[in-house]
């Protein structure tokens, strides 16, 4: 590998995968090179939405030798307004990154981290390998289907999309480039979910008959703006109609934009999506259906408050029923996490801890002969393993887009007051051309996928 450029790898490995098997690259640190990896040996990444969660993982990621930073991206300039009413934006962003890589910046082995208003021009650049994008929901699918196109590998915030559509183009122009994807759906790199998981696939309850999804309710004031709904002059250096891109036309207010964004329909799915990434995604790889989905959508019900900006439901409830039998139940009426229940016995498990009906469950050792899981300790670090091995991490792009076509369903359903008959091989709503009509939506132009 020493002879041959790292950078050019990168960008043919991942198309090379899909017929050949790949050796791993070693990493520099591997070869004994000071312990320390070369920059001309480290992924380039850059950021795409640099508010909440990609501030998050800005953070994170800079902790990482084998990661140089080359751009962030924002429409958002700099303000509050984010988590807990905190300051965030490209400016923010791009200065932290670098004041970080100060040290390398002033000896000449790194180059200043530049800001972007158009992710566009970030991805026109041949140096970045791989984007983390952060964006809003309703801007997930264009610059996902757009970095996939330009060669560049992807770790995409979940929920994945918008809508069930959204997620197949992204799912399919994923494929079609060969590019490694990561979805932001890191309770698959806990040991606790993994666990119960391997333990309900490998029989320990008996035969699974429910799984429990339980999910927060209302509409928490993340980013302190709640009191204000009302339209208000669009800030300097926010660019607000870039902001909406291919959603509607709506007048600018605070409660509308950067964290709260999650509780309108045109931009999200409220809770129902915002968790639907998490504990539904654990219930499917627990249930061995991470890449189909149920059959049926049945006693979907919701409150969706009126005349308010804030328009997704508040609390839910709806069943999810599989070809093998199985039911999932997601609702804000029950404890927030997965709980899986067999014939045999239970299982519960969330970020806290979990519980089973036997404590003998647990402590069950798995052997290489029962069917174990893909296993991954650190997200971010598994998206990087992945893209220089060239092969798929813990939460690949078409497992996310099955996971969410669930929440998706349900939020139909529950928008239209009745039970959905779903055939997860052609991805459409059986006899009911209204739902069918809503696995998409109409983007503002000159927008579109």
Same mark, same amino acid.
């Given at each position: 590998?020493?002879?041959?450029?790292?950078?050019?790898?990168?960008?043919?490995?991942? $198309?090379?995968?899909?017929?050949?098997?790949?050796?791993?690259?070693?990493?520099?640190?591997?070869?004994?090179?000071?312990?320390?990896?070369?920059?001309?040996?480290?992924?380039?990444?850059?950021?795409?939405?640099?508010?909440?969660?990609?501030?998050?993982? $800005?953070?994170?990621?800079?902790?990482?030798?084998?990661?140089?930073?080359?751009?962030?991206?924002?429409?958002?300039?700099?303000?509050?307004?984010?988590?807990?009413?905190?300051?965030?934006?490209?400016?923010?962003?791009?200065?932290?990154?670098?004041?970080?890589? #100060?040290?390398?910046?002033?000896?000449?082995?790194?180059?200043?981290?530049?800001?972007?208003?158009?992710?566009?021009?970030?991805?026109?650049?041949?140096?970045?390998?791989? &984007?983390?994008?952060?964006?809003?929901?309703?801007?997930?699918?264009?610059?996902?289907?757009?970095?996939?196109?330009?060669?560049? !590998? /992807?770790?995409?915030?979940?929920?994945?999309?918008?809508?069930?559509?959204?997620?197949?183009?992204?799912?399919?122009? %994923?494929?079609?480039?060969?590019?490694?994807?990561?979805?932001?759906?890191?309770?698959?790199?806990? +040991?606790?979910?993994?666990?119960?998981?391997?333990?309900?696939?490998?029989?320990?309850?008996?035969?699974?008959?429910?799984?429990?999804?339980?999910?927060?309710?209302?509409?928490?004031?993340?980013? +302190?703006?709640?009191?204000?709904k009302e339209p208000e002059p669009v800030p300097e250096g926010f660019n607000y109609d870039f902001w909406l891109g291919p959603a509607p036309e709506a007048e600018y207010s605070p409660a509308r934009c950067h964290v709260n964004f999650r509780w309108i329909l045109d931009y999200s799915g409220g809770q129902v999506t915002d968790w639907g990434g !998490? !504990?539904?995604?654990?219930?499917?790889?627990?249930?061995?259906?991470?890449?189909?989905?149920?059959?049926?959508?049945?006693?979907?019900?919701?409150?969706?408050?009126?005349?308010?900006?804030?328009?997704?439901?508040?609390? =839910?409830? =709806?069943?999810? +029923?599989?070809?093998? #039998?199985?039911?999932?139940?997601?609702?804000?009426?029950?404890?927030? #996490?997965?709980? =899986?229940? #067999?014939?045999?016995?239970? /299982?519960?498990?969330?970020?806290?801890?979990? +519980?089973?009906?036997?404590?003998?469950?647990?402590?069950? &050792? $798995?052997?290489?002969?029962?069917?174990? $899981?893909?296993?991954?300790?650190?997200?971010?670090?598994?998206?990087?393993?992945? &893209? %220089?091995?060239?092969?798929?991490?813990?939460?690949? &792009?078409?497992? *996310? !887009?099955?996971? /969410?076509?669930? *929440?998706?369903?349900?939020?139909?359903?529950?928008?239209?007051?009745?039970?959905?008959?779903w055939d997860p091989d052609r991805e459409m709503v059986l006899d009911d051309a209204s739902a069918n009509e809503m696995l998409g939506r109409p983007m503002r132009e000159p927008w579109s996928l």
């Open positions: 590998m020493t002879s041959r450029n790292r950078r050019d790898f990168l960008k043919t490995s991942a $198309l090379l995968a899909g017929g050949l098997a790949l050796p791993a690259i070693v990493p520099a640190s591997a070869l004994g090179r000071g312990g320390r990896t070369a920059p001309s040996d480290r992924i380039t990444l850059g950021f795409i939405g640099t508010g909440n969660m990609g501030t998050g993982h $800005l953070r994170q990621f800079l902790e990482k030798e084998q990661v140089h930073i080359a751009g962030v991206c924002d429409v958002n300039r700099a303000s509050y307004g984010y988590w807990n009413g905190a300051y965030a934006g490209r400016e923010p962003a791009r200065h932290l990154v670098n004041f970080r890589r #100060g040290k390398e910046m002033r000896s000449g082995k790194a180059s200043p981290c530049e800001g972007y208003e158009d992710f566009r021009e970030l991805l026109a650049r041949d140096d970045i390998d791989a &984007v983390v994008i952060s964006t809003p929901d309703h801007w997930h699918a264009i610059p996902v289907i757009a970095a996939a196109h330009a060669g560049k !590998h /992807i770790y995409c915030e979940k929920p994945l999309s918008l809508t069930v559509r959204e997620g197949r183009a992204m799912s399919d122009a %994923v494929k079609e480039a060969g590019v490694v994807f990561q979805t932001g759906s890191q309770q698959r790199s806990g +040991e606790g979910f993994r666990h119960a998981c391997e333990l309900v696939l490998n029989g320990r309850i008996g035969t699974l008959r429910t799984v429990r999804c339980g999910l927060p309710s209302g509409h928490p004031d993340f980013g +302190e703006t709640a009191d204000r !998490h !504990h539904p995604d654990i219930a499917q790889w627990g249930m061995g259906t991470a890449r189909t989905g149920p059959i049926a959508i049945r006693n979907a019900r919701g409150t969706f408050p009126e005349n308010d900006l804030w328009n997704a439901a508040t609390d =839910f409830y =709806f069943e999810a +029923e599989y070809a093998n #039998g199985v039911t999932m139940v997601v609702t804000s009426d029950e404890q927030r #996490g997965v709980r =899986f229940e #067999g014939d045999d016995g239970w /299982i519960f498990v969330s970020r806290g801890g979990h +519980e089973t009906s036997d404590p003998a469950i647990w402590s069950t &050792v $798995l052997s290489d002969q029962d069917t174990r $899981l893909y296993r991954s300790d650190d997200h971010r670090q598994d998206f990087l393993d992945s &893209v %220089v091995a060239g092969t798929e991490p813990v939460a690949p &792009v078409e497992e *996310a !887009h099955r996971s /969410i076509t669930v *929440a998706h369903l349900g939020n139909i359903a529950m928008q239209l007051g009745r039970d959905l008959r």
